[in-house]
C-alpha cells in the first residue's frame, strides 16, 4: 500500500513548468510552461500527445469543468482558454488582466478568480448566451487581499483564498443573497512570507484540514475554520507544492529536495523514514517543485528544476510501512498482547523491539536488546554436565582471559599463564570438528520466537547458544513497590479539589468486599490487574535470563510445545548445523533431553545425529502430536513427540525436492497439511495424515527463503528471494504479489490482530504488507414476493423470480459479482464458484 515511482518524463520542454492539469475525459496531464506553451501527456503511457501554442505569456493554472467536460486554463496573458474534449479550442475569454488561480463555486455556478489584490467572480455561461461559456462581466470583486492572490479554493458554500500578502481570507456566498462574498474569518499574518500553495483535504473519517505554503519555508496545518493546528517546518527552500494522498493518508510537501517529504497530517509528525517510497532513493540534481495528486488514477505527479515530470503510483500490494536498521535482519516474531510488539533479530546478535506509535500508523519506537561479553560471561550456561565442563573450560582458555597489558609485571604474566593450564583430566576434544560443528564467532540471531505465557523471548544464534530473555524481575518489583511520598499528607492538604467520591478520600476506601458482588468483580478485576502487570512489565524491559548451551554449531530452528497443546510443563525444541534436537523445560531453564537414534546399526558417532544433513527449520503438528524438521539433505523428517528422546520415533520422511528443503511449516486449516519451500524453486503440499502423499506441487520460481502460513485463511505466504508471493490454500493460486526488498526476505510473520505480514530481509528493512483478505461469499435468502430487485452502487441490476437464490462475493475492494443459483443446487453453494 504504498505509491512507487511509475516513470519518469525527461525532455518535457525548454523553459520551466509552471502549471500541472489532469483532464479526465481524456485522461491526459497537462503541463503549462513559462513561455505560454502547453503540452498534452497520456497519463498511463506518458506518450506526448499534443502541443499547444494559444497563450502568450505564463501558464499559471488548470481547472476541468465537470459538467459540459471543459478543460480550462488560464495564464498572465489575460485569456481564459477552454478545451473540448477533442482536445481542440472551444473558447478564449478575455479577462483583461492576468488570472493566477480559478475555482469553481458549483452551489453558485461562478467562477471564482484570483488576481492582482483581488477575488473576482464571474458568471458561468455554459450555453454561451453571452458569446462565452464564462460571462466576462465580473459579479463580484472582493478586495480584502493587497498583493497577487496565488490560492483559490471552493467547498461547499465557502471561498477560501491566499497570497503573496501572507493573508488567508475566509468567504462565505450563503448569507448573501447577492452574488457578494462576505469574509468569514481573515488571518492577516498567516505565515511570514507569501503564501503559494493552499491545499483543502478530507479523509476517509471526514477529518478535513487546510494546508498552506509559504515562502517563509513552512507550512501550516489549519481546521477548515481558519483555527491554526500544526507547524512543519526545517525546510530548504520555499514550499513549492502541496498534494494529499487519502490512499496512505499522508501529505506530500516539496521544499527544495530531490524528494518530498511525507507527514502525517492528523499528528504532524514526519513519517518519512517509516515509509519506503524515498528511501531507497539517491539524491538527484534537481529539485520537486509542483505536485498534484489525480485521485482518479491514484497517481501523484511532480515537476522538477530540471523541467522533468516526475509520476508515482499507488500500488495495493506495495509496503505500508518501512523500518531501517543498521545490520542485515534474519528473524522475526511478536506478542499479541496489547500493545503489539515486533521483535527482530539482526546478524549482530541484537534484538529490537518495536512498538508502533500511537500518534499514527507509520511510526515506530525501537529498543535495542544485547549482551555484552562481560554479561556473557557472568550468565551461567544451561546443557549437559560434559557440555557445562566443556565450556567452562572453553572460558578459561579464551583470549580475553589473556595477558594483553605490555606495562604490567612479568610476575602477574607468568601467574595469568599458570591460570590456564590445561587439566589433564580436562574433556578430550576433537583437533579438527567435523564439518558440522564449527564454532561460529559470530552471533547472528537465526530464530527468535516469543513465548506469551512466560513473556520469554528466545533467540537462537550462530554462537550455538539459546538465550532466553525475559522481564527484568527486579525492576518489577521495584516499580510495583514504589509508592508516592507522604501520599496521606497530600490528599489531607489537597481534599477540597478532590471529587467527593474519589477513592483517595479515606471515607471512600473500600474495607471489605461485599460476598454478592466479590464473583462478579473477581474476573474484571484481575484483568486489571493483568493488563497493569504487562504495563509494568514493559515499562521494566527485558534481560537475558538463560544461556541454553547444548548445541555445538549454530541453531537455525525452534519450536515452543506448551500446555495448549497437551503437555504438562513448556518445552522448547531446537535443531540446528550439528544435526542435534534439543529439548529443553522453559519452566525450569534446564535441559530436558536430547534426540537418540535408536535404529539398529546406527554408529557411535551418529547416535545423536537426527538426519544426514543439517537442520534449516522446524514445526509442530498439534493435531497428531509430530514435529517436522526440514534439513539440507533435500528431506524433511516427521516424528512424534515425546520428551525421551529415545521415543521420539519417526513417523514418515518427505521426499521429493531436488534442494535443500528450507522451510517446513503445519497448515491447520482444512484436514491439515505439511507445506514445504525449497531452493530448487518449488512449494510442495504434502498430506497431514497416512503416508504424507505430495497432494500439490507450486512453482515459486525461484528458491524459497521463508514462509509462514496466513492464520486467518490458511494461503500459504512465502519469501521467494526478494519477493513475497500469497497463494490460496483451495486452488492454490497466486493470489498477492508483494515487491519492495531489495534482497533475500529471510523471515515473514502474520499478525491477524492486524491482518498484516511483516517482513525482514538482508537489505536492512522490516516491511509491514496488507495481509490478502480472501473474497466474501455472501448468500442473499430467498424473498417472500414473486419478484425480488437487488440494488448496487453500480446501477440496478435484473429482477429474478423468487424460486432463485442470489450468492454475492465480495472482492478486497467491495465491489460485487452475482450469480445466480437454482435452488435445485443449493446443496452445491459451498463448492461453487464464480
Same mark, same amino acid.
Given at each position: 500500500?504504498?505509491? &512507487?515511482?511509475?516513470?519518469?518524463?525527461?525532455?518535457?520542454?525548454?523553459?520551466?513548468?509552471?502549471?500541472?492539469?489532469?483532464?479526465?475525459?481524456?485522461?491526459?496531464?497537462?503541463?503549462?510552461?513559462?513561455?505560454?506553451?502547453?503540452?498534452?501527456?497520456?497519463?498511463?503511457?506518458?506518450?506526448?500527445?499534443?502541443?499547444?501554442?494559444?497563450?502568450?505569456?505564463?501558464?499559471?493554472?488548470?481547472?476541468?469543468?465537470?459538467?459540459?467536460?471543459?478543460?480550462?486554463?488560464?495564464?498572465?496573458?489575460?485569456?481564459?482558454?477552454?478545451?473540448?474534449?477533442?482536445?481542440?479550442?472551444?473558447?478564449?475569454?478575455?479577462?483583461?488582466?492576468?488570472?493566477?488561480?480559478?475555482?469553481?463555486?458549483?452551489?453558485?455556478?461562478?467562477?471564482?478568480?484570483?488576481?492582482?489584490?483581488?477575488?473576482?467572480?464571474?458568471?458561468?455561461?455554459?450555453?454561451?448566451?453571452?458569446?462565452?461559456?464564462?460571462?466576462?462581466?465580473?459579479?463580484?470583486?472582493?478586495?480584502?487581499?493587497?498583493?497577487i492572490?496565488?490560492?483559490?479554493?471552493?467547498?461547499?458554500?465557502?471561498?477560501?483564498? *491566499?497570497?503573496?500578502?501572507?493573508?488567508?481570507?475566509?468567504?462565505?456566498?450563503?448569507?448573501?443573497?447577492d452574488?457578494?462574498?462576505?469574509?468569514l474569518?481573515?488571518?492577516p499574518?498567516?505565515?511570514d512570507?507569501?503564501?503559494?500553495?493552499?491545499?483543502?483535504?478530507?479523509?476517509?473519517?471526514?477529518?478535513?484540514?487546510?494546508?498552506?505554503?509559504?515562502?517563509?519555508?513552512?507550512?501550516?496545518?489549519?481546521?477548515?475554520?481558519?483555527?491554526?493546528?500544526?507547524?512543519?517546518?526545517?525546510?530548504?527552500?520555499?514550499?513549492?507544492?502541496?498534494?494529499?494522498?487519502?490512499?496512505?493518508?499522508?501529505?506530500?510537501?516539496?521544499?527544495?529536495?530531490?524528494?518530498?517529504?511525507?507527514?502525517?497530517?492528523?499528528?504532524?509528525?514526519?513519517?518519512?523514514?517509516?515509509?519506503? =517510497?524515498? +528511501? +531507497? +532513493?539517491?539524491? &538527484?540534481?534537481?529539485?520537486?517543485?509542483?505536485?498534484?495528486?489525480?485521485?482518479?488514477?491514484? &497517481?501523484?505527479?511532480?515537476?522538477?528544476?530540471?523541467?522533468?515530470?516526475?509520476?508515482w503510483?499507488?500500488?495495493?500490494?506495495?509496503?505500508?510501512?518501512?523500518?531501517?536498521?543498521?545490520?542485515?535482519?534474519?528473524?522475526?516474531?511478536?506478542?499479541?498482547?496489547?500493545?503489539?510488539?515486533?521483535?527482530?533479530?539482526?546478524n549482530? @546478535?541484537?534484538?529490537i523491539?518495536?512498538?508502533?506509535?500511537?500518534?499514527?500508523?507509520?511510526?515506530?519506537?525501537?529498543?535495542?536488546?544485547?549482551?555484552?561479553?562481560?554479561?556473557?560471561?557472568?550468565?551461567?550456561?544451561?546443557?549437559?554436565?560434559?557440555?557445562?565442563?566443556?565450556?567452562?573450560?572453553?572460558?578459561?582458555?579464551?583470549?580475553?582471559?589473556?595477558?594483553?597489558? =605490555?606495562?604490567?609485571?612479568?610476575?602477574?604474566?607468568?601467574?595469568?599463564?599458570?591460570?590456564?593450564?590445561?587439566?589433564?583430566?580436562?574433556?578430550?576434544?576433537?583437533?579438527?570438528?567435523?564439518?558440522?560443528?564449527?564454532?561460529?564467532?559470530?552471533?547472528?540471531?537465526?530464530?527468535?520466537?516469543?513465548?506469551?505465557?512466560?513473556?520469554?523471548?528466545?533467540?537462537?544464534?550462530?554462537?550455538?547458544?539459546?538465550?532466553?530473555?525475559?522481564?527484568?524481575?527486579?525492576?518489577?518489583?521495584?516499580?510495583?513497590?514504589?509508592?508516592?511520598?507522604?501520599?496521606?499528607?497530600?490528599?489531607?492538604?489537597?481534599?477540597i479539589?478532590?471529587?467527593?467520591?474519589?477513592?483517595?478520600?479515606?471515607?471512600?476506601?473500600?474495607?471489605?468486599?461485599?460476598?454478592?458482588?466479590?464473583?462478579?468483580?473477581?474476573?474484571? /478485576?484481575?484483568?486489571?490487574?493483568s493488563?497493569?502487570d504487562?504495563?509494568?512489565?514493559?515499562?521494566?524491559?527485558?534481560?537475558?535470563?538463560?544461556?541454553?548451551?547444548?548445541?555445538?554449531?549454530?541453531?537455525?530452528?525452534?519450536?515452543?510445545?506448551?500446555?495448549?497443546?497437551?503437555?504438562?510443563?513448556?518445552?522448547?525444541?531446537?535443531?540446528?548445523?550439528?544435526?542435534?534436537?534439543?529439548?529443553?523445560?522453559?519452566?525450569?531453564?534446564?535441559?530436558?533431553?536430547?534426540?537418540?537414534?535408536t535404529?539398529?546399526?546406527?554408529?557411535y558417532?551418529?547416535?545423536?545425529?537426527?538426519?544426514?544433513?543439517?537442520?534449516?527449520?522446524?514445526?509442530?503438528?498439534?493435531? #497428531?502430536?509430530?514435529?517436522?524438521?526440514?534439513?539440507?539433505?533435500?528431506?524433511?523428517?516427521?516424528?512424534?513427540?515425546?520428551?525421551n528422546?529415545?521415543?521420539? !520415533?519417526?513417523?514418515?520422511?518427505?521426499?521429493?525436492?531436488?534442494?535443500?528443503?528450507?522451510?517446513?511449516?503445519?497448515?491447520?486449516?482444512?484436514?491439515?497439511?505439511?507445506? !514445504?519451500?525449497?531452493?530448487?524453486?518449488?512449494?510442495?503440499?504434502?498430506?497431514?495424515?497416512?503416508?504424507?502423499?505430495?497432494?500439490?506441487?507450486?512453482?515459486?520460481?525461484?528458491g524459497?527463503?521463508?514462509?509462514?502460513?496466513?492464520?486467518?485463511?490458511?494461503?500459504?505466504?512465502?519469501?521467494?528471494?526478494?519477493? /513475497?508471493?500469497?497463494?490460496?490454500?483451495? #486452488?492454490?493460486?497466486?493470489?498477492? =504479489?508483494?515487491?519492495?526488498?531489495?534482497?533475500?526476505?529471510?523471515?515473514?510473520? #502474520?499478525?491477524?490482530?492486524?491482518?498484516?505480514?511483516?517482513?525482514?530481509?538482508?537489505?536492512?528493512?522490516?516491511?509491514?504488507?496488507?495481509?490478502?483478505?480472501?473474497?466474501?461469499?455472501?448468500?442473499?435468502?430467498?424473498?417472500?414476493?414473486?419478484?425480488?430487485?437487488?440494488?448496487?452502487?453500480?446501477?440496478?441490476?435484473?429482477t429474478?423470480? @423468487?424460486?432463485?437464490?442470489?450468492? *454475492?462475493?465480495?472482492?478486497?475492494?467491495g465491489?460485487?459479482?452475482?450469480?445466480?443459483?437454482?435452488?435445485?443446487?443449493?446443496?452445491?453453494? +459451498?463448492?461453487?464458484?464464480?
Open positions: 500500500m504504498a505509491m &512507487e515511482k511509475h516513470y519518469t518524463l525527461r525532455d518535457t520542454h525548454t523553459r520551466a513548468l509552471t502549471a500541472i492539469g489532469y483532464n479526465p475525459a481524456r485522461r491526459e496531464i497537462l503541463i503549462g510552461c513559462e513561455d505560454g506553451v502547453i503540452k498534452f501527456w497520456e497519463a498511463e503511457a506518458g506518450k506526448l500527445v499534443m502541443t499547444a501554442y494559444e497563450h502568450k505569456g505564463w501558464v499559471t493554472d488548470f481547472f476541468f469543468w465537470a459538467s459540459p467536460k471543459l478543460m480550462l486554463s488560464a495564464a498572465n496573458d489575460g485569456n481564459i482558454i477552454a478545451w473540448s474534449t477533442g482536445g481542440t479550442v472551444c473558447d478564449k475569454i478575455p479577462i483583461g488582466m492576468p488570472v493566477y488561480c480559478m475555482a469553481i463555486n458549483y452551489r453558485r455556478e461562478q467562477l471564482v478568480c484570483g488576481v492582482n489584490g483581488s477575488v473576482r467572480v464571474y458568471d458561468l455561461d455554459e450555453d454561451k448566451e453571452s458569446g462565452h461559456v464564462i460571462n466576462t462581466e465580473v459579479l463580484y470583486i472582493a478586495r480584502e487581499h493587497t498583493d492572490v496565488r490560492c483559490i479554493l471552493c467547498h461547499e458554500s465557502r471561498i477560501y483564498s *491566499a497570497g503573496y500578502d501572507q493573508k488567508i481570507v475566509i468567504y462565505d456566498s450563503s448569507y448573501t443573497r452574488n457578494s462574498l462576505a469574509p474569518h481573515q488571518h499574518k498567516a505565515h512570507a507569501g503564501i503559494c500553495c493552499m491545499r483543502l483535504e478530507k479523509d476517509h473519517e471526514n477529518n478535513q484540514w487546510l494546508m498552506t505554503g509559504s515562502f517563509d519555508k513552512t507550512v501550516k496545518i489549519w481546521s477548515i475554520d481558519g483555527k491554526f493546528t500544526h507547524k512543519l517546518d526545517n525546510f530548504l527552500a520555499t514550499i513549492s507544492g502541496i498534494c494529499y494522498v487519502p490512499r496512505n493518508k499522508t501529505v506530500w510537501v516539496a521544499g527544495g529536495t530531490s524528494y518530498a517529504s511525507l507527514f502525517d497530517p492528523k499528528s504532524g509528525d514526519n513519517v518519512s523514514d517509516f515509509i519506503g =517510497t524515498f +528511501q +531507497q +532513493q539517491e539524491e &538527484e540534481k534537481y529539485q520537486l517543485q509542483i505536485l498534484k495528486y489525480i485521485p482518479e488514477l491514484n &497517481e501523484v505527479i511532480a515537476s522538477t528544476s530540471r523541467r522533468h515530470l516526475v509520476v503510483k499507488y500500488n495495493p500490494s506495495g509496503c505500508i510501512t518501512a523500518l531501517k536498521c543498521s545490520s542485515n535482519l534474519e528473524s522475526l516474531c511478536y506478542t499479541k498482547k496489547v500493545p503489539i510488539l515486533i521483535f527482530s533479530g539482526d549482530e @546478535g541484537v534484538i523491539k518495536w512498538e508502533r506509535m500511537q500518534s499514527n500508523h507509520f511510526m515506530y519506537s525501537k529498543e535495542l536488546y544485547q549482551l555484552s561479553d562481560n554479561k556473557l560471561k557472568k550468565q551461567k550456561k544451561v546443557g549437559s554436565k560434559a557440555r557445562e565442563l566443556l565450556l567452562e573450560q572453553q572460558l578459561n582458555q579464551s583470549p580475553s582471559k589473556l595477558y594483553h597489558d =605490555t606495562q604490567s609485571s612479568k610476575v602477574e604474566a607468568a601467574k595469568q599463564k599458570i591460570n590456564n593450564v590445561r587439566s589433564h583430566y580436562a574433556y578430550n576434544k576433537p583437533l579438527i570438528p567435523p564439518p558440522s560443528v564449527h564454532n561460529h564467532p559470530n552471533t547472528t540471531i537465526l530464530k527468535i520466537v516469543f513465548v506469551e505465557r512466560f513473556d520469554y523471548i528466545i533467540a537462537a544464534s550462530e554462537d550455538s547458544n539459546i538465550y532466553v530473555w525475559a522481564f527484568d524481575s527486579d525492576a518489577v518489583k521495584a516499580l510495583k513497590d514504589m509508592k508516592p511520598m507522604d501520599m496521606e499528607k497530600l490528599v489531607a492538604k489537597y481534599s479539589l478532590l471529587d467527593p467520591d474519589s477513592e483517595l478520600l479515606p471515607q471512600n476506601r473500600p474495607n471489605t468486599l461485599e460476598v454478592e458482588t466479590a464473583d462478579e468483580e473477581e474476573e474484571e /478485576i484481575s484483568s486489571v490487574k493488563e497493569s504487562s504495563v509494568t512489565n514493559r515499562v521494566a524491559g527485558f534481560v537475558c535470563k538463560f544461556v541454553f548451551a547444548e548445541h555445538m554449531s549454530c541453531v537455525t530452528s525452534m519450536v515452543v510445545i506448551g500446555k495448549e497443546h497437551g503437555m504438562d510443563t513448556t518445552y522448547l525444541l531446537s535443531g540446528g548445523w550439528d544435526k542435534r534436537i534439543c529439548i529443553w523445560d522453559l519452566e525450569k531453564g534446564t535441559l530436558e533431553g536430547t534426540f537418540r537414534n535404529a539398529p546399526g546406527a554408529s558417532e551418529s547416535l545423536e545425529f537426527a538426519c544426514d544433513g543439517v537442520i534449516l527449520d522446524m514445526d509442530y503438528s498439534p493435531k #497428531h502430536k509430530e514435529f517436522a524438521y526440514a534439513s539440507s539433505d533435500k528431506m524433511v523428517y516427521i516424528r512424534k513427540f515425546s520428551t528422546g529415545a521415543k521420539m !520415533t519417526l513417523v514418515n520422511t518427505l521426499q521429493g525436492h531436488e534442494g535443500e528443503v528450507t522451510c517446513v511449516r503445519w497448515n491447520i486449516h482444512g484436514k491439515g497439511s505439511w507445506v !514445504t519451500g525449497s531452493e530448487d524453486g518449488t512449494i510442495r503440499i504434502w498430506s497431514g495424515s497416512g503416508l504424507n502423499e505430495c497432494e500439490q506441487i507450486l512453482a515459486a520460481q525461484g524459497v527463503c521463508c514462509m509462514c502460513i496466513d492464520k486467518l485463511n490458511g494461503s500459504i505466504v512465502a519469501g521467494i528471494q526478494n519477493t /513475497i508471493r500469497v497463494y490460496d490454500c483451495e #486452488h492454490y493460486r497466486l493470489v498477492q =504479489t508483494n515487491v519492495g526488498h531489495t534482497d533475500a526476505v529471510r523471515s515473514i510473520i #502474520h499478525i491477524p490482530e492486524r491482518n498484516q505480514y511483516v517482513s525482514c530481509s538482508w537489505d536492512q528493512t522490516i516491511r509491514v504488507w496488507n495481509a490478502w483478505k480472501k473474497p466474501k461469499r455472501r448468500v442473499i435468502p430467498k424473498n417472500d414476493n414473486k419478484h425480488m430487485t437487488l440494488n448496487s452502487g453500480d446501477g440496478d441490476k435484473p429474478t423470480s @423468487g424460486s432463485e437464490k442470489k450468492v *454475492a462475493f465480495s472482492d478486497i475492494d465491489e460485487e459479482e452475482m450469480a445466480k443459483i437454482p435452488e435445485e443446487d443449493e446443496e452445491d453453494l +459451498q463448492v461453487e464458484e464464480v
